[in-house]
């Protein structure tokens, strides 16, 4: 389900985990990776293709995952990226079952700071969030070392970041059965 304003979200009735990062992170490859399903979320090459709140909810689970419009360079009118960015920040602040926000990062790229200013609205709004980095697959490991342990630094002193980095790639599904045990998690903690 896709809502474009705040009446039209889902009844806050089971927990939920959000997807945040850049246009182009891969986020919807990421969450079609942990749910075993090739086009759930449409992963597109064009940057700014999510322009909604996407809603799925995950078969046999409490658990409710949010894909959000990336935020950073799109292919759309100001006006309409100045929309989306006020419903995500609408829906960041108020929605209460909301546990975690993952933010996608790209790993060959490290955290920019349009990235630092979303960790701003996390930490202002109280909203737990944790760094994930994606496309690991595209560098070495000792890179993939290296910016886990640069972004760490970055974070941790900031009040809402869950002080861990899951490195994931889609592709090679490295780190997907780490993120998904921790998202089950939530499911149990209800």
Do not use: C
């Not at 597109?44 to 909810?57: A, M, Q, V, W």
């Not at 630092?116 to 070392?145: N, R, W």
């Amino acid at each position: 389900m896709g809502a474009v304003s705040l009446g039209q979200l889902p009844e806050p009735d089971r927990t939920e985990i959000a997807f945040a990062g850049r246009s182009n992170v891969g986020k919807s490859s990421l969450i079609n990776a942990l749910t075993n399903q090739h086009n759930l979320a449409r992963a597109s090459g064009e940057p700014g293709r999510t322009r909604e709140l996407n809603f799925f909810e995950i078969e046999q689970s409490d658990i409710r995952i949010v894909d959000l419009p990336g935020y950073g360079y799109a292919k759309a009118p100001k006006d309409v990226v100045e929309k989306w960015t006020r419903l995500t920040r609408d829906f960041l602040r108020g929605r209460v079952n909301l546990k975690r926000v993952y933010l996608l990062i790209d790993s060959r790229h490290g955290l920019k700071k349009v990235d630092e200013g979303i960790m701003d609205v996390f930490d202002e709004a109280a909203v737990s969030y944790q760094i994930v980095l994606t496309k690991t697959d595209k560098i070495k490991p000792p890179a993939v070392k290296r910016v886990s342990e640069e972004t760490l630094q970055a974070i941790i002193k900031r009040p809402a970041a869950f002080p861990r980095i899951v490195a994931t790639s889609s592709a090679k599904k490295d780190g997907v059965d780490t993120l998904r045990a921790e998202i089950a998690a939530f499911a149990k903690l209800g």
